[in-house]
């Protein structure tokens, strides 16, 4: 089946600190990619998105790039934000039509002044 | 318009009480969805309707009723639920060819006594 391993957190950086938060997914095909943050008390918004491999998305200074001969598809910021603290989800989908979402556990980033 | 509105944002029921949950969406998308979340944990996928059928039911206890009065509305009917019911429900929209990008909704948070 499909299923997606995200690095267990919490993740706790110092503002500015460079942020990698692991991704590798096991699929039967070649899904689309994805990145959702919650904030604290709020639904999940899309951060960034890949289509195909070697694809790089980009959204907010984040960044994650479609690696098909690792099935990865690590986050990554330069410098961390206060703001930023909040929960990542790593997701895939390989359906057309409707989606079907598959998503990881989930990793929570804390970040200090 | 690219929100998904969610209302009540916050709703406390008893076991014995009968409830709504409302979402609207006035992107055009074709394809609604309810998700369960519990504190710390992904989304979980409830139903689907994709051009207001029901696609999907991933075996969710019929004290959980689905509505799909037209394309742009989706409701959530609740009666008799349990407190293990209580949770973040979040509803989502996508549109046909945009690889399953899903648009969340801030969510309900429902409490069961």
């Known amino acids: 089946g499909n299923s997606v391993t995200q690095m267990e957190g919490p993740v706790t950086l110092s503002e500015e600190a460079f942020l990698t938060i692991n991704c590798t997914y096991t699929?039967?095909?070649?899904?689309?990619l994805f990145w959702y943050v919650q904030y604290p008390g709020e639904g999940l918004q899309l951060l960034l998105k890949?289509?195909?491999?070697?694809d790089k998305g980009s959204n907010k200074g984040f960044e994650a790039t479609y690696r098909k001969e690792t099935t990865s598809f690590h986050l990554e910021k330069g410098s961390v934000q206060v703001s930023d603290s909040a929960v990542y989800f790593c997701?895939?989908?390989?359906?057309?039509?409707?989606?079907?979402?598959?998503f990881g556990k989930g990793t929570m980033l804390l970040v200090s002044p | 318009d690219t929100e998904v509105t969610q209302t009540p944002k916050h709703l406390v029921m008893g076991m014995t009480n009968k409830k709504s949950l409302k979402c609207e969406q006035h992107?055009?998308?074709?394809?609604m969805y309810w998700y369960k979340q519990k504190a710390k944990k992904p989304p979980e996928l409830m139903f689907v309707?994709?051009?207001?059928?029901?696609?999907i039911n991933e075996s969710v206890p019929s004290r959980f009723s689905p509505e799909c009065p037209n394309s742009s509305l989706l409701n959530l009917h609740l009666h008799a639920l349990q407190p293990e019911d209580s949770a973040l429900y979040l509803c989502?929209?996508?549109?046909?060819?945009?690889?399953?990008?899903?648009?969340f909704g801030e969510g309900s948070r429902l409490t069961v006594l």
């Open positions: 699929a039967t095909g070649y899904p689309s």
């Open positions: 997701a895939l989908n390989l359906r057309s039509g409707y989606s079907t979402l598959t």
């Open positions: 309707y994709s051009y207001e059928k029901l696609s």
């Open positions: 992107m055009g998308h074709r394809a």
């Open positions: 890949a289509t195909k491999a070697d």
């Open positions: 989502a929209s996508s549109q046909e060819g945009q690889h399953g990008e899903l648009f």
